[in-house]
């Protein structure tokens, strides 16, 4: 639910970002910080019990969720800004997505080996420690991405459209509804599989 609203603010704000490190590569320099500070928190054991416990586990996970959206939502669109060719379009999007979900099954599978070759107890913030490393890691891809990836010059005038001349093409565009559908199956699918993938290596 939270996403649901953050993205679409997102997407919105990014879309209409201006800056000398570009429209959406600028974001890859200034939220991996606070992005991994909050990654690491959640990972956190505090002294909480009870309501506050819950109190304190919603905020870092809103706080994530929405810096996670605000670096992911322009990463995600940077691929269309990079080249006008579809093509090559496809491809980025390819391999940005293997490469992700080929770090998230090294996350998985490295994150006890981690554990145990640091000495570290899963009862005494062993977890948290692995956060912390894995946000450093992560703050380092960022920063290479930031240097590796780069903007075309906009040379087209955008159109503008408001919001109830939006909805009413979304309302007849059959296809972006296919691909809502085929989207919601496959993040489905993909919960399904990270939810049980820790059981298969345990």
Same mark, same amino acid.
């Given at each position: 639910?939270?996403?649901? =609203?953050?993205?679409?603010?997102?997407?919105?704000?990014?879309?209409?970002?201006?800056?000398?490190?570009?429209?959406?590569?600028?974001?890859?320099?200034?939220?991996? =910080?606070?992005?991994?500070?909050?990654?690491?928190?959640?990972?956190?054991? !505090?002294?909480?019990? %009870?309501?506050?416990?819950?109190?304190?586990?919603?905020?870092?996970?809103?706080?994530?969720? *929405?810096?996670?959206?605000?670096?992911? =939502? !322009?990463?995600? @669109?940077?691929?269309?800004?990079? &080249?006008?060719?579809?093509?090559?379009?496809?491809?980025?999007? @390819?391999?940005?997505?293997?490469?992700?979900?080929?770090?998230?099954?090294?996350?998985?599978?490295? &994150?006890?080996?981690?554990?145990?070759?640091?000495?570290?107890?899963? &009862?005494?913030?062993?977890?948290?420690?692995?956060?912390? *490393?894995?946000?450093?890691?992560?703050?380092?891809?960022?920063?290479?991405?930031?240097?590796? &990836?780069?903007?075309?010059?906009?040379?087209?005038?955008?159109?503008?459209?408001?919001?109830?001349?939006?909805?009413?093409?979304?309302?007849?565009?059959?296809?972006?509804?296919?691909?809502? %559908?085929? =989207?919601?199956?496959?993040?489905?699918?993909?919960?399904?599989?990270?939810?049980?993938?820790?059981?298969?290596?345990?």
């Amino acid at each position: 639910i939270w996403d649901a =609203i953050t993205d679409p603010i997102m997407g919105f704000l990014a879309n209409k970002t201006r800056s000398r490190f570009g429209r959406y590569r600028v974001y890859l320099l200034f939220v991996p =910080i606070p992005l991994g500070i909050c990654y690491t928190l959640m990972f956190f054991q !505090p002294s909480f019990t %009870g309501l506050s416990l819950l109190l304190w586990v919603l905020s870092i996970q809103l706080l994530y969720r *929405t810096f996670f959206t605000v670096g992911n =939502i !322009p990463y995600s @669109a940077l691929s269309s800004e990079m &080249t006008k060719d579809s093509h090559e379009r496809s491809k980025l999007a @390819a391999y940005r997505m293997f490469l992700g979900y080929a770090g998230a099954m090294t996350v998985s599978v490295l &994150t006890g080996k981690l554990m145990l070759a640091m000495n570290w107890s899963a &009862t005494e913030n062993g977890y948290f420690y692995v956060g912390i *490393t894995l946000s450093v890691l992560a703050t380092l891809l960022f920063l290479i991405s930031y240097q590796t &990836t780069f903007e075309l010059p906009s040379k087209v005038e955008k159109q503008n459209f408001n919001v109830a001349q939006v909805l009413k093409m979304l309302k007849i565009n059959t296809p972006f509804w296919q691909l809502c %559908g085929f =989207i919601m199956l496959g993040m489905s699918g993909v919960v399904i599989f990270y939810q049980s993938l820790s059981y298969f290596f345990k």
